[in-house]
């Protein structure tokens, strides 16, 4: 007899669905029997640069030694991060991308009878770790797609054990100031894991967001996770870390694989962070991309959540699929949430110059014939 492997899953990712990726360009050329170089991916919040020349080269001096396993301890990056941002290398945990952060603490921290509170509209890695592992997703209703804080302090209760925050948030690209987290973390209770989610913070102006490592000394139930996926251009070798209390650090280090991080990986985090021309030119070019997209969307009569991310969500007002459906057959691949309660909205990456005109372009073709 055949046994129904779904059924026999956990019962919180029976509930699960799988995440939905960017489309892939190669894929949508073959559909569009076009070459994929005519086609423009502001779908994946990727860092339209291209790599850091600095990363390259590091890349190729790595590369005769990769019969051998990492370092699996990532004794170099660490001192480097430590250097960098005043952490002491103790505090730090390496991930295979900051989606294994979550990961981690998820499988350290939650099993069946315990929750994590997170904000609907969030990012989707926080159901899937959570579930995965048997714990209980608590979604808290949003506030004009912002977060209500309170109402996550609210949701809170002795089961809690992870509470997921990111600032911005993906999709919305909607944050919170100083004040606010300061606020929020005071009245927190120390049982509870607070996951600072920063991953696109190096987007914003030094000073417009708050810099959660300024709040690890006091309060050690916080940990803040970063990548070197988004603003760094370092999404296709899947590189984060995370600060912490030593003692969260080292509950993570038990739980984490031995080499989650790749050795290609760690010397281009190492030269990504060196190269701080490329960090400063990708910010130039967001603000100046973001400024050209919602010019544009104003001139189409669009609305649009305020970012301080890499991309933009776009309202719509109505189903969002058809519009989507047409920007594909345009060659623009921008990404669908209706997965993450927004129907209407499609997300948008900031590209170059161009390739923000191309979809602009494209959308107002698409709903010039709707
Ligand atoms: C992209 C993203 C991440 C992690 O991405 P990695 O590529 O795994 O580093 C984490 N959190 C949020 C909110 C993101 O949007």
Redesign the pocket.
């Known amino acids: 007899m055949k046994s129904d492997f779904l059924a026999l899953a956990v019962p919180g990712v029976q509930k699960l669905s799988p995440y939905v990726t960017g489309k892939p360009i190669d894929e949508l050329a073959r559909e569009l029997g076009i070459d994929p170089a005519q086609i423009v991916k502001l779908a ?2 990727e860092n339209p640069l291209g790599p850091s020349l600095k990363v390259l080269e590091a890349i190729r001096a790595e590369l005769p030694e990769l019969t051998r396993y990492p370092d699996g301890s990532g004794y170099v990056l660490k001192q480097k991060l430590s250097e960098r941002f005043g952490l002491s290398p103790e505090l730090i945990t390496l ?8 990961d981690i603490v998820a499988r350290a921290y939650l099993a069946p009878g315990l929750n994590a509170v997170f904000s609907a509209h ?2 989707a ?1 926080y159901p899937i770790c959570t579930q995965a592992v048997g714990a209980e997703s608590r979604v808290v209703p949003a506030i004009d797609y912002g977060y209500d804080l309170d109402g996550l302090i609210k949701a809170i209760d002795d089961h809690t054990r992870v509470l997921f925050l ?1 600032n911005p ?3 919305t690209g909607t944050w919170f100031g100083a004040e606010a987290l300061e606020q929020f973390l005071s009245r927190v209770p120390a049982h509870v894991l607070v996951v600072l ?1 920063e ?2 913070i190096e987007f914003s102006e030094p000073g417009e967001l708050p810099n959660g490592l300024d709040y690890l000394d006091r309060y050690p139930n916080l940990l803040v ?1 970063r ?4 603003a760094y251009g370092l ?1 296709g070798l ?3 870390y995370a600060a912490s209390s030593a003692q969260i650090a080292d509950v993570l280090n038990r739980v984490r694989q031995p080499f989650n991080v790749n050795s290609l990986a760690l010397v281009a985090a190492c030269a990504a962070l060196d190269d701080t021309d490329y960090l400063a030119a990708g910010r130039r070019l967001n603000s100046a991309g973001m400024a050209q997209l919602e010019a544009g969307l104003r001139e189409l009569g669009l609305a649009w959540i305020p970012s301080k ?1 890499n991309f933009i969500a776009v309202d719509f007002g109505r189903d969002a699929a058809p519009i989507n459906a047409g920007l594909l057959r345009e060659g623009v691949i921008v990404r669908p949430i209706a997965g993450y309660g927004m129907p209407t909205f499609l997300r948008v990456s900031i590209g170059t110059e161009q390739e923000n005109a191309r979809f602009l372009e494209a959308l107002s073709k698409v709903l010039a014939s709707a």
């Open positions: 994946s919040n991930g295979n991308g900051s989606n294994d952060i979550i969030a990012f890695a990111a948030n993906n999709p989610d991953a696109y996770s990548t070197l996926c988004k999404a899947r590189v984060g991310g």
